[in-house]
């Protein structure tokens, strides 16, 4: 039997839906990394740590399942339709920005042990900007969600408040470690975590990128004006 272009959209339906469960998979382990480095807590940390577990596994089901579509059609002699397509191959790319999302949130759970050892309190600045990338996170998963490019839109916009804060923390760093408030490898950790949750936003306002591009079939980019929306592509 050979599958109508309406069955594709049923299965891309049920795709798009689990990766709206991925995204909220990798914004819950995000958010628990960041409470297991600032409670100092390693049992936490090692749970976080185990949750991409969970990621990785989906990862690998969304991609197969995409691959899988598109295969069928093409063994099918169906033609998709350009919304289509185009949706199908925004899964794949988003799937590919939230695994890596997953990993530096990963990374952020795995600076829990040496944090604990050092004993000494994240700055205030810190918890801010995690708590702005995680923000960003859940506005990209329901755009995406919702095909809602206004909210994309808005995420992209966070990203230039994300990367003042990792500005501002590590001058205050600097500061610090010239007055001997703050030691080398407890600046080193905060350097490394304000690194991550920038690598996460980035990740963030790619996915952002993807649903204004699948939505409206425009596409941004970033430069140092800000957020340019290019001509839509021809076709």
């Known amino acids: 039997m050979t599958e109508q272009p309406g069955d594709y959209d049923q299965r891309l339906a049920q795709l798009n839906s689990t990766l709206v469960q991925q995204g909220e998979r990798v914004t819950e382990l995000f958010e628990a990394a960041c409470d297991a480095v600032f409670t100092m807590d390693v049992a936490a940390a090692r749970a976080a740590v185990d949750a991409d577990d969970a990621v990785d596994r989906v990862d690998i089901e969304i991609e197969q399942q995409a691959i899988a579509i598109l295969t069928d059609a093409t063994h099918a002699g169906t033609c998709l339709s350009v919304v289509q397509f185009r949706r199908a191959l925004t899964i794949v790319k988003i799937n590919n920005e939230l695994e890596r999302a997953a990993d530096s949130a990963t990374a952020i759970a795995e600076q829990t042990p040496t944090l604990a050892e050092i004993g000494q309190q994240l700055p205030d600045t810190l918890r801010v900007l995690t708590n702005s990338v995680a923000g960003i996170l859940r ?97």
């Open 139 to 235: 506005d990209v998963t329901r755009s995406f969600d919702r095909d809602d490019p206004r909210l994309a839109k808005l995420a992209l916009d966070a990203e230039d408040t994300v990367e003042a804060f990792k500005s501002q923390l590590l001058l205050d760093a600097e500061r610090a470690i010239a007055l001997a408030e703050m030691g080398v490898d407890f600046a080193f950790a905060i350097h490394e975590l304000a690194s991550q949750c920038e690598r996460i936003a980035d990740h963030a306002t790619n996915i952002a990128e993807q649903v204004i591009y699948v939505t409206t079939g425009s596409i941004v980019r970033h430069t140092d004006a800000g957020w340019v929306e290019l001509p839509k592509p021809s076709g």
